[in-house]
């Protein structure tokens, strides 16, 4: 019983250190894709907001819903002409 104790342990360890090690690499990418996003955004540069994009994204806001990238593209070009003022800025909530 006890040896099948130590083996779940080591178990649990090793999934968690590994869980650990994917979600690091994970937050590497969002960070560098929100970087992208943030400059794109502030330059209003909408290939380079798109190209985040996969083909088939959806993007819903209160003005309707966005079903592929060539539609994402139309509606930051009427988003940038009715609101030059709008920001938008992806950060961290931690560290």
């Known amino acids: 019983m ?3 104790l130590i083996f779940v342990a080591l178990v649990i360890a090793a999934t968690h250190t590994q869980a650990q090690t994917n979600v690091s690499k994970y937050e590497d990418e969002v960070r560098k894709r ?4 943030n400059t794109a955004f502030a330059q209003r540069d ?6 985040l994009f996969s083909e088939d994204a959806q993007m819903a806001s209160a003005g309707g819903k966005f079903n592929n990238r060539a539609e994402c593209v139309q509606l930051f070009e009427a988003l940038f002409k009715r609101r030059p003022d709008i920001t938008w800025l992806n950060k961290p909530a931690k560290n």
Do not use: G
């Open 46 to 51: 909408i290939p380079v907001l798109t190209s």
């Open 2 to 4: 006890r040896k099948k």
């Open 34 to 37: 929100s970087a992208i996003w």
